[in-house]
């Protein structure tokens, strides 16, 4: 059986008490005791933090454009949206001009049928 001091609250000695070396004579487990202060401090954490899900991330919608690069003279959008089956109005070489409708030099400007 092992002593200790008995101290009260002003610091002076007030007694002994003999333990149980059944109980107090073990040596411990540092893995567990490791574990169980783990698990105390994860039970103490407020637990609100959480990471963003597909909907909450910005971006990841539809890609711009393709992945194959375009030669240097080519308009980077085709004039004829594949999508809706239309004329795209960004088209520059297919918008009439003001200044080719005035002209008179023999050739005539057609309009693009859309369909």
């Known amino acids: 059986m092992s002593t200790i001091k008995v101290v009260s609250m002003t610091g002076a000695e007030v007694g002994t008490v003999e333990l149980n070396d059944a109980i107090f004579g073990v040596e411990p487990n540092m893995s567990v005791v490791h574990e169980v202060v783990k698990n105390h401090l994860a039970n103490c954490r407020q637990g609100t933090q959480?990471?963003?899900?597909r909907a909450e991330v910005s971006g990841?919608?539809?890609k711009p454009?393709?992945?194959?690069?375009?030669?240097?003279g080519q308009h980077p959008r085709p004039a004829v949206d594949a999508r809706r089956h239309r004329v795209c109005p960004q088209a520059p070489h297919l918008q009439l001009r003001a200044?080719?409708?005035g002209q008179a030099s023999g050739s005539q400007v057609r309009p693009v049928l859309q369909g």
């Open 60 to 62: 990841g919608g539809r």
């Open 50 to 53: 959480s990471a963003l899900t």
């Open 99 to 101: 200044q080719q409708e």
């Open 65 to 72: 454009e393709g992945h194959r690069p375009r030669p240097s």
